[in-house]
């Protein structure tokens, strides 16, 4: 059955091959039902590797391979999430509606079994989470720079009326042009909220202003973008939190457990930054994000006429300074080889084994039983007919090197793969007849 | 210098006027007209909407209200959407929103002139909208559009009896995620929203209707499959439908149908093939076909049940009436061989 289904996708991408990506098709009067049921198959992206955990799946770079570029894939089983689907599908309709230069770029959104691949831009540079585990802390101009595009992006959120809800280093993300882009909001910001509801705790308080915390039944409620009442304040506070922890290398309270400070936030005096090194711009920016009323607190608007983001070294100069960090960390992890372990298998998933399928053996009636079977041998016609045989060589090509021992090995088979890429593309049937040949030895 | 920009337009009727002008002229290719097009939307929406600190004027609203119905502007709108920019298609589901929420707040009041003008002046913008989906850039904000206007049970009437309501089932199995996952948002709101009105489209047209959702369950397509099921089972389980209800639950197609959903291996898909289920079991009118078809399968039901691992969805009830529906099959007699 797991072969069938597979021989099926693969049938499908054939037809899928000489489409125009569904996402860059500039004619639109092209029907889309006349296309293949499967739009962007795992196939269309090459040489996953895992680069991240999230609490609902895992994050992988993967190789968009007909465009030539890297990607973030986010790949979530719909079928562990206990919340509704439709949950997960209207932030993904909203991702798809957003637009902007500090702000993650949505690409699209596929489904295989039970998995659903979301197609992100990707961000060589990490996030700044990362950054200061390298570097310990940053300079103040870096900051400001990062937070001005911080901001940006939440102006922009704000505008579409949308509470990111989760600013925190972790999720601004860098390229490694040293471009800043707000990530990981939507998905799994609104899943976050819905398993804090049900008891099993993700993600640290420490970000969070003191109204959400108090309300926090309110926030979890809260599902979509239509909702007006939301209060979009507690970005900036949380905005006010990431400063301190780009600056100071930790957010406030870091050293406490994050359940037990959770209450106290509420109640505590606003942080402050103090000592000699830090500018009074910085405090002062710092105090207005930090306002404990929310209605005090400025908006995006205001903090960007602020000194402490208008009055520093010109962009450019902070941006490349940025780059040098950034690459300085990259180096750092190449050479030491920090790499993330996947969650979930993915291989295990993506071509999920149906074997388990209807073990349960139904008598139905003669016509019934006879519908189920035509099906079957309509299956097994298509699977004979499979005219692009390449498909299955990088099939295979991937799961060996899924089963490179280490990076070295890994990293060989990748540049197999990109060679045989190219030669397929300028000798077209090249793997055809490859897979041809060698299914004759077979034989 | 004044005289080299261009004013900006004064009066309602101007601003309408030199948008549908603009709309008239807009190409893919000049980005002038598209620029125009864009500003004086921004401005409509502003004076509709408001914006950051600027709340909109309730007499102003009115007045440009006007000017839109009598210019058929929504009209010109929704045909060009296509030309228009990326943020501009969002002004107008916020033109749009705008008007059809009018007279919300207060109870008891009449619906919004939009309503009126939709079903009787302009029905062409209800068929454009329904098109949505077949024009991937504009369908997700078409599919948004249609989903305000259905909340009034007039609109919702006009698109259930219409012939391009069933198109909606082809669209659910679109290749493009997006737009095959609002689609059915807008399917879904167009049958759960206006229960009683739903109730009738269901039992005129009850064949049609559980020949079409049965396909979508078959669908390869595990989002499909699990929110077509969803959908049924929302119908079937509101009082509204009792009718259909009856119908559904007399019929072997859609106890064979419950069986497959049992076998998937997904444990949602079997959980809303259980919801099924136990409506055939609750069934006190249970008739003869339905019977021997469960007779047929006591065994392979049981086996069904002993593996079915309520616990871990966590809902007590589920666990009672997944007892219920075990107690109701042991007491089925067993199958003569």
Not at chain 1, 75 to 91: H, T
Request: proline share 4%.
């Amino acid at each position: 059955m797991a072969k069938k289904k597979l021989y099926k996708q693969y049938h499908h991408n054939n037809d899928k091959e000489n489409d125009i990506d569904p996402l860059n098709e500039s004619n639109s009067s092209s029907s889309p039902m006349n296309t293949s049921p499967t739009p962007s198959p795992t196939y269309k992206y090459g040489l996953w590797k895992c680069i991240g955990k999230g609490n609902f799946g895992d994050v992988y770079r993967a190789k968009d391979l007909t465009a030539g570029k890297f990607v973030a894939i986010k790949v979530i089983n719909l079928d562990d999430s206990p919340d509704d689907v439709k949950q997960i599908l209207r932030e993904i309709h909203f991702l798809s509606r957003l637009s902007h230069a500090n702000v993650i770029q949505y690409f699209e959104s596929f489904t295989q079994h039970l998995n659903m691949f979301i197609v992100m831009e990707y961000c060589g540079g990490g996030s700044c989470s990362e950054l200061i585990k390298y570097h310990k802390k940053l300079n103040e101009d870096i900051v400001s720079y990062i937070i001005k595009n911080v901001l940006l992006g939440l102006q922009y959120l704000h505008g579409e009326r949308k509470v990111h809800r989760d600013i925190k280093a972790a999720n601004v993300l860098l390229t490694e042009n040293g471009d800043v882009k707000l990530g990981d909001f939507g998905v799994s910001g609104e899943m976050t909220f819905t398993k804090l509801k049900k008891n099993t705790f993700v993600g640290t308080p420490f970000w969070m202003a003191p109204e959400v915390i108090i309300k926090g039944k309110k926030a979890s409620n809260n599902t979509l973008d239509e909702d007006d009442g939301y209060d979009y304040k507690a970005d900036i506070w949380s905005t006010g939190i990431t400063t301190i922890e780009l600056v100071t290398g930790s957010p406030p309270l870091a050293q406490f457990d994050p359940l037990k400070i959770l209450f106290e936030i509420p109640k505590k005096k606003p942080p402050i930054l103090f000592g000699l090194s830090y500018s009074p711009n910085l405090k002062d920016f710092i105090r207005y994000c930090l306002l404990k009323d929310p209605d005090k607190r400025p908006s995006t608007k205001s903090l960007l006429h602020h000194h402490y983001i208008t009055k520093q070294i010109p962009p450019a100069k902070a941006k490349e300074q940025l780059v040098q960090l950034i690459q300085m960390k990259i180096l750092y992890n190449e050479t030491n080889n920090v790499r993330y372990k996947p969650r979930f298998k993915l291989n295990s998933t993506v071509i999920d084994d149906n074997d388990q399928e209807n073990v349960i053996n139904w008598e139905l009636t003669k016509t019934m039983a006879t519908t189920i079977l035509t099906e079957k041998n309509m299956e097994s016609t298509t699977k004979s007919d499979i005219n692009n045989k390449s498909s299955i060589l990088f099939y295979c090509l991937e799961r060996v090197y899924l089963r490179g021992k280490d990076e070295e090995t890994r990293n060989s088979v990748e540049k197999l793969i990109q060679d045989i890429y190219k030669c397929e593309k300028e000798n077209p049937g090249l793997c055809h007849a490859l897979v041809e040949e060698i299914e004759k030895c077979v034989k | 210098m004044a005289f080299l920009f261009k004013r900006n337009p004064k009066t309602p009727f101007e601003l309408i006027k030199t948008l549908n002008d603009s709309l008239l002229k807009l190409d893919y290719n000049d980005k002038k007209i598209q620029d125009d097009c864009t500003r004086y939307l921004k401005q409509l929406r502003i004076i509709l909407h408001g914006e950051d600190d600027i709340e909109p004027q309730q007499d102003q609203i009115y007045n440009i209200s006007q000017e839109i119905f009598q210019q058929d502007c929504l009209y010109h709108l929704i045909i060009n959407l296509l030309k228009l920019d990326f943020d501009s298609r969002k002004d107008v589901f916020i033109i749009f929103s705008v008007l059809l929420r009018r007279n919300k707040e207060q109870q008891n009041q009449p619906p919004p002139p939009i309503v009126n003008y939709l079903l009787n002046s302009q029905p062409e913008i209800l068929l454009i909208l329904l098109r949505g989906p077949e024009t991937h850039e504009i369908g997700i904000i078409s599919g948004q559009i249609l989903r305000e206007c259905i909340k009034y049970e007039t609109i919702n009437k006009f698109i259930l009896y219409n012939s391009l309501f069933w198109n909606f089932f082809n669209y659910v199995q679109i290749p493009i995620f997006e737009l095959a996952t609002d689609a059915m948002m807008t399917l879904n709101d167009l049958l759960t929203i206006h229960r009683k009105q739903v109730s009738e489209f269901l039992n005129d047209n009850y064949d049609k209707f559980v020949t079409t959702i049965n396909n979508l369950i078959d669908s390869e397509n595990y989002v499909t499959k699990r929110q077509s099921v969803k959908l049924l089972n929302d119908l079937n389980s509101s009082r509204a439908n009792s009718k259909f209800i009856n119908k559904y639950y007399d019929d072997t197609v859609n106890l064979k149908k419950t069986m497959r959903l049992l076998s998937e291996n997904s444990k949602n898909l079997q959980l809303e093939g259980f919801h099924i289920l136990k409506f055939f079991m609750a069934n006190p009118k249970r008739s003869q076909k339905i019977n021997d078809l469960l007779i047929k399968n006591k065994i392979n039901f049981l086996i069904f049940l002993k593996n079915f691992d309520v616990e871990s969805f966590h809902d007590p009830t589920l666990t009672d009436e997944k007892d219920f529906v075990l107690q109701e099959i042991e007491r089925l007699p067993d199958r003569k061989e």
